[in-house]
């Protein structure tokens, strides 16, 4: 069964720091695009960073200079390093990943994480 594992989210004071991982499990043939999206209270989920299979990265004007998206493709993991975090930040983070997979034939499916939740307060 293929699946995504976040972990890292907590609770930090503002200017701290906080690093997300996000592992894809099962018969995964390969991963196209992975990416890290979040949801506020009362907002839409939005894109905070992305990354391609070739290292292309595009960031939110919300996380540029302040976060930085990375993936380990041996191990199928994407990471979200967050320094400087504020108080804004706080939602809960979820992962997601554009997989190829094969069942009789090849195809691609979204898959996302079950969420973790990044609180930022003093």
């Known amino acids: 069964q293929v699946q995504l594992v976040e972990s890292g989210g907590g609770l930090v004071q503002p200017g701290g720091s906080l690093r997300l991982s996000c592992a894809a499990s099962g018969s995964i043939i390969s991963i196209n695009d992975m990416g890290w999206y979040r949801q506020a209270p009362g907002k839409q989920r939005e894109s905070v960073a992305i990354?391609?299979?070739?290292?292309?990265?595009n960031y939110a004007d919300s996380a540029k200079g302040r976060f930085t998206i990375s993936r380990d493709n041996a191990k199928k993991t994407v990471y979200l390093q967050m320094n400087s975090l504020k108080p804004e930040d706080t939602a809960v983070y979820y992962c997601?990943?554009?997989?190829?997979?094969?069942?009789?034939?090849?195809?691609?499916?979204?898959?996302w994480g079950q969420g973790t939740q990044v609180t930022v307060s003093s």
């Open positions: 990354i391609t299979s070739g290292g292309i990265i």
């Open positions: 997601n990943a554009d997989l190829r997979l094969y069942s009789g034939s090849f195809y691609r499916k979204t898959y």
